[in-house]
């Protein structure tokens, strides 16, 4: 399976079926590629696919990795494990949830989604001033200690639970 475009090292880590690799390599230089040939040929080598962990740094990489062996190997994918760090991490929390007495269904909020809900509950259209909200709001909640948390919010983080109470009086 062998693209004649690969280099020496890129034969190599294909070849290398024995234990982990890490490849870092700039964009568009064909890394996904690589890895990819190197899982089919690991499971034609005989490696079972449940044995297989393909992670990635972005959610396009692990979609386009998905993509990629979907044509090489389509009745293997679904005993493939490939998905980004964190999403792997994310897997591991919602398996492990009832340890840490949360539910499974947990959502996790990036910057940009945090920013958007302080866009809605403080009525801001700015990008920058919701951004800036968002900035004070987690500056706050890391000045505290989590015992006095209780207190902080019923005392509120001043200008900001003000400005959210009168902004938004049906959510409180």
């Known amino acids: ?20 690799i890490l490849v870092l390599a700039p964009v568009g230089t064909g890394k996904t590629s690589v890895l990819a040939e190197r899982v089919v040929r690991a499971i034609r080598e005989g490696v079972d696919p449940k044995r297989i962990l393909c992670l990635t740094f972005t959610n396009r ?7 990629r062996l979907s044509l090489y190997c389509p009745d293997r994918l679904p005993y493939l494990t490939i ?21 499974q269904n947990f959502l996790i909020y990036d910057d940009s989604d945090c920013t958007e809900i ?8 700015k990008e920058r001033e919701a951004q800036q909200l968002f900035f004070e709001i987690e500056i706050g909640r890391l000045s505290f200690e989590p015992a006095d948390l209780s207190e902080c919010t019923r005392e509120g983080f001043g200008r900001l639970q003000t400005r959210s109470y009168n902004t938004n009086k049906e959510v409180f």
């Open 83 to 103: 998905k980004t760090f964190h999403g792997l991490c994310a897997s591991i929390l919602r398996f492990e949830a009832h340890q840490f007495g949360i539910p």
């Open 61 to 67: 990489a692990a979609k386009e990795m998905k993509e």
């Open 1 to 20: 399976m062998y693209s004649s475009k690969l280099n020496p090292e890129q034969k190599a880590i294909i070849d290398r079926l024995v234990g982990t």
């Open 118 to 125: 302080v866009k809605e509950v403080f009525r801001v259209s």
